[in-house]
């Protein structure tokens, strides 16, 4: 099977099947358990490690110049530090998965995945008198590269870390069905799968400030629960079902 995947013939259609076919790590479902991760890991940074934003940078930038904007600028710094190790984060993304791609063993989705799960174990022993920065630079570090990683669900353009833009998207669906009648079925859906997103990210924050006060510096290992689930199903599809699209990238890539 693998022989004839090999052939240029059998890549070239195995490229238009993919445009019809959504890899493992594309599926709806895997976008959800990452959101719920991706809102543990943001509430968690923010509510026990000093105050900082990990899933996106919006926030941390706002304090920054609200910091620079009074001098103050040893907290400018505090702030410009998260905002630097997710440039890095992204700007890792960009170059691994090609050099994973080409080993051909599994994909940097699956192996992303497992090492937020290795890393995030790492950070839950890190006890909380120990400087924030820490903390904050690995997640930030983590949800820049899962940002960038996992873009479209099925199509879909959607975002694991934070969910600016599917509130714009559930805005733009109520308009549609206000003014285009016959757009309607496919507005409300489209708008379902973007709420459903917003959720997932909830059920992430609220689970971790709700626990956070019983779980303290081990509440990171929370999110690791969703991830493992995402990190199992994907590398059995790598290592069985869909060993011989290994070669193909996630739509959005």
């Not at 950070?123 to 820049?144: E, H, K, R």
Request: positive net charge; aromatic residues 12%.
């Amino acid at each position: 099977m693998q022989d004839n995947f090999a052939t240029e013939k059998h890549k070239e259609l195995h490229k238009e099947l993919h445009r019809e076919y959504y890899l493992t790590c594309e599926k709806y479902y895997m976008f959800e358990l990452l959101t719920v991760a991706g809102g543990m890991m943001g509430l968690y940074t923010y509510m026990m490690r000093g105050g900082v934003f990990s899933n996106a940078q919006t926030g941390n930038i706002v304090k920054m110049c609200a910091a620079l904007g009074t001098r103050n600028f040893r907290a400018c710094l505090y702030y410009f530090i998260p905002f630097t190790a997710y440039i890095l984060g992204t700007i890792l993304s960009e170059v691994l998965p090609q050099k994973v791609r080409q080993k051909k063993l599994i994909r940097w989705d699956t192996l992303l995945v497992g090492i937020e799960i290795a890393v995030l174990f790492l950070v839950g022993f890190i006890p909380f008198t120990w400087p924030d920065q820490i903390a904050q630079v690995i997640i930030n570090f983590l949800c820049a590269m899962q940002f960038n990683t996992f873009r479209q669900a099925e199509g879909v353009p959607m975002a694991t870390t934070f969910v600016t833009n599917h509130v714009r998207q559930i805005g733009i669906s109520i308009a549609r069905i206000i003014k285009h009648h016959e757009q309607e079925a496919e507005a409300k859906a489209k708008m379902a799968k973007h709420a459903k997103i917003i959720f997932a990210f909830v059920t992430g924050g609220v689970t971790v400030t709700a626990l956070g006060p019983y779980t303290g510096q081990y509440t990171i290992w929370l999110a690791i629960i969703p991830l493992s689930a995402c990190f199992c199903v994907m590398l059995q599809s790598d290592l069985v079902y869909e060993k011989a699209m290994l070669d193909l990238r996630p739509h959005g890539h």
